[in-house]
Nanobody, 118 residues
Framework: QVQLVESGGGLVQAGGSLRLSCVASGRTDNLDDMGWFRQAPGKEREFVSGIGRRPHSAFYEDSVKGRFTISRDNAKNTVYLQMNTLKPEDTAVYYC???????????WGRGTQVTVSS
């Protein structure tokens, strides 16, 4: 089993920045992709960004490209999401995810709230 714990959410004004962190613990040796989903009130959960173990393997949902940057420290089993130029529509609960097979996100954190005020 793998446990994921997110941190770094909060309240920020539009145009501001936040950095989310997620630490994985447990059986982390087999982890492949890690990433982030989000769910806004009244909306379905959606993919935000993901990254593999290899460098330059990041991928993003279109609405966050150029504003969000995902990174990963394999030695620390930690994935980060740097979010810049935040918009009110980025308001959501952000969930850290991890996969043992590429793109199959078996493990989910409990989520961290991000609120962007206009």
């Amino acid at each position: 089993q793998v446990q994921l714990v997110e941190s770094g959410g909060g309240l920020v004004q539009a145009g501001g920045s936040l950095r989310l962190s997620c630490v994985a613990s447990g059986r982390t040796d087999n982890l492949d992709d890690m990433g982030w989903f989000r769910q806004a009130p009244g909306k379905e959960r959606e993919f935000v960004s993901g990254i593999g173990r290899r460098p330059h393997s990041a991928f993003y949902e279109d609405s966050v490209k150029g504003r969000f940057t995902i990174s990963r420290d394999n030695a620390k089993n930690t994935v980060y999401l740097q979010m810049n130029t935040l918009k009110p529509e980025d308001t959501a609960v952000y969930y850290c995810v991890a996969a043992e097979s590429p793109g199959v996100f078996d493990y989910w954190g409990r989520g961290t709230q991000v609120t962007v005020s206009s």
